[in-house]
């Protein structure tokens, strides 16, 4: 009886340590989410030294979030510290293989250090993950030219329509779908379209979108 008593007792205090354990790790990652705001708003701002401290808090209280260490890595990159970005963007990959601004970062890194074909395929892989990241494609077509592999990049790029968030192929190189800022126009031009079509910033400017009647 003795034994069957102490076993029991062995089993709860157990049971009450594990919950514990998940009530920190819990506790911890939501701590670290708040840290990796804050971090991202001085990152966001320029201020990296203060960036860099408030992640390096979060990622000792969170070692396996991606997106902290992705931020990380951006510091890295901004700070020269192209060695320590890639550790950090392949922690990311071991954990998150699908993760798509991991592979574009490692591109970054591999163009920084010259290295065309390894950037292009670190691109590429990004633009696999993500095929509507506009940013993506472009950075692949700009190694195939650096590569002096130009059609190849007139190629990847020909057709590209901008339409809202989503990229399509068509056999016409028109632009068109939400398209009111001129930054968003000249991305669907370097995207490869021929002409742009646009309303929608006309009708905000008559007012017809607000009062829902054309004037």
């Avoid at 390096?56 to 396996?64: E, F």
């Avoid at 020269?80 to 963007?89: I, P, S, V």
């Avoid at 293989?97 to 065309?116: C, D, K, M, S």
């Amino acid at each position: 009886a003795t034994v069957i008593v102490l076993t029991a007792v062995g089993c709860s205090n157990q049971q009450h340590q594990t919950q514990r354990e998940q009530a920190n790790q819990k506790w911890n990652g939501a701590r670290a989410d708040v840290l990796y705001s804050l971090a991202s708003d001085q990152y966001k701002s320029g201020n990296f030294d203060k960036s860099r401290q408030t992640v390096d808090d979060a990622l000792k209280l969170n070692a396996d979030n991606a997106q902290i260490r992705i931020l990380s890595a951006k510091l890295c990159i901004e700070q020269g510290q192209l060695e320590r970005a890639q550790k950090e963007l392949e922690t990311v990959l071991e954990n998150e293989p699908g993760n798509a601004e991991a592979e574009y970062l490692t591109g970054v890194i591999f163009q920084r250090w010259q290295q065309p074909q390894q950037a292009f395929d670190a691109y590429s892989r990004a633009s696999e993950k993500a095929p509507a990241e506009l940013a993506y494609i472009l950075a692949r077509a700009e190694m195939l030219v650096q590569m002096e592999r130009a059609p190849d990049a007139q190629y990847t790029t020909t057709g590209c329509v901008l339409s809202g968030s989503t990229l399509a192929y068509w056999s016409t190189k028109r632009s068109s779908g939400k398209l009111t800022a001129p930054a968003n126009v000249a991305l669907a031009l370097c995207a490869g379209a021929d002409f742009v079509t646009s309303a929608r910033g006309f009708m905000f400017a008559l007012g017809c979108i607000q009062s829902l009647h054309c004037n």
